[in-house]
């Protein structure tokens, strides 16, 4: 490996953790809002589609890079930032609070990423190499 090639991909798995850590920053503040009742069931919107975005964002990954490095690396950057934003702050404030919705979150994105990243990759086919044919002449004269 050539080092200008260790150097994107370092760059790369930083990115992605960067990334990662940006949404689960903002989903950890998000995940409690757009609660609807259907048939007097709240069901938290906001959850479920931060735990769409967590998915989409580590199939993606999954699916541009090739290899599970880059969606690790996504992965603990989303887990680590809403486990940091999960405990109290300095003034006794939550942003996870202890009831089904808050367990869901905590758990879900680690869920979410262990089935992304240990789904098994695609086989590929080998390559069958036709050799050309030739075109025969026919001389009709």
Do not use: K
């Not at 964002?57 to 887990?79: K, N, Q, S, T, Y």
């Not at 405990?87 to 869920?111: H, N, R």
């Not at 098994?120 to 086919?125: G, I, K």
């Amino acid at each position: 490996m050539t080092t200008s090639t260790l150097t994107a991909r370092i760059f790369s798995i930083v990115m992605a953790a960067i990334t990662g850590a940006a949404v689960g920053f903002v989903l950890t503040f998000t995940h409690r809002q757009y609660v609807v009742e259907l048939g007097g069931i709240p069901i938290p919107l906001g959850l479920i589609a931060g735990l769409a975005i967590v998915a989409a964002l580590l199939a993606g990954m999954r699916l541009a890079f090739g290899e599970r490095i880059a969606p690790i690396a996504a992965a603990a950057g989303v887990i680590l930032a809403s486990a940091v934003l999960a405990f109290p702050g300095a003034s006794g404030s939550v942003l996870v609070f202890d009831d089904p919705v808050g367990y869901a979150w905590a758990v879900g994105p680690t869920v979410v990423a262990l089935v992304v990243i240990g789904w098994p990759a695609p086989r590929r086919r080998p390559r069958v190499v036709v050799p050309e044919a030739r075109a025969s002449r026919v001389d009709l004269g």
